[in-house]
C-alpha cells in the first residue's frame, strides 16, 4: 500500500485532522483521522481514483471550518 496524498489541517491535539488518499494492490483507500496518531479513525475502500478523490474532498469539506487550514504534506524520502 502506498501513500499518494496526506492531508493535515495544521492543527494539533484535539483540533488534529488528517485525511490519507491510498492506493492499495486491489483499489483505494481514504482515511481520516480525528485527533494526532492516537485519535479516531476511519477508512473508505474504492475501487475508482476518482471516487476516492471525492471522499478525500468531501472529508475536508466536513471539518468545521476554523479547523480546515489544510496542507499537503510532502512525500516521505525515497517515494
Known amino acids: 500500500m502506498g501513500r499518494v496524498e496526506h492531508w ?3 492543527s494539533y491535539r484535539a483540533g488534529r485532522r488528517d485525511v490519507y488518499l491510498l492506493r492499495t494492490p486491489t483499489g483505494w483507500q481514504v482515511v481520516g483521522r480525528e ?5 479516531r479513525e476511519v477508512t473508505y475502500y474504492f475501487d475508482d481514483e476518482a471516487e476516492a478523490r471525492r471522499m478525500v474532498q468531501a472529508m ?3 471539518v468545521p471550518a476554523h479547523l480546515g487550514n489544510w496542507a499537503l504534506m510532502p512525500q516521505p524520502p525515497g517515494r
Open 35 to 39: 485527533g494526532g496518531s492516537g485519535g
Open 8 to 10: 493535515f489541517n495544521r
Open 60 to 62: 475536508k469539506d466536513a
